[in-house]
C-alpha cells in the first residue's frame, strides 16, 4: 500500500500563487506516473497534470502556461502561478492511476 498526503491549499486572492506538495510513504517501488486531480463543487474529478518517473509532463488546457508539476522520488509538486475563481477545488495527488490522497482545498477569492 502506498499513502499520499498533500499539503500546500489555502486561501489565495485571484492572480496569486500557491505551491501544492504531496509526499508518499509506504510499499514504494515505483510510483508512475504521479499527478494533481481536482474537483470543484459539482463537477466531476479532472485531470490537472501528471509527470512520470522520466520527468514527462502532461497539462489541462486549462493551466498551460500556470501551472508547472514536478517530483522527486517519492514527492511531487504542483506550483500553481495566476490563479483564479476557477481553479478553487479539492485538489488531489495521485500515484500510479492508483493511490489517492485525502485532497487539499484551494480556494482563489477575494
Known amino acids: 500500500q502506498v499513502q499520499l498526503v498533500e499539503s500546500g491549499g489555502g486561501l489565495v486572492q485571484p492572480g496569486g500563487s500557491l505551491r501544492l506538495s504531496c509526499a508518499a510513504s509506504?510499499?514504494?517501488?515505483?510510483?508512475?506516473?504521479m499527478g494533481w486531480y481536482r474537483q470543484a463543487p459539482g463537477k466531476q474529478r479532472e485531470l490537472v497534470a501528471t509527470i512520470t518517473t522520466y520527468g514527462r509532463t502532461s497539462y489541462a488546457d486549462s493551466v498551460k502556461g500556470r501551472f508547472t508539476i514536478s517530483r522527486g522520488y517519492n514527492t511531487v509538486y504542483l506550483q500553481m502561478n495566476s490563479l483564479n475563481s476557477e481553479d478553487t477545488a479539492v485538489y488531489y495527488c495521485?500515484?500510479?492511476?492508483?493511490?489517492w490522497g485525502q485532497g487539499t482545498q484551494v480556494t482563489v477569492s477575494s
Open positions: 509506504g510499499s514504494i517501488l515505483s510510483l508512475n506516473p
Open positions: 495521485m500515484a500510479n492511476n492508483r493511490y
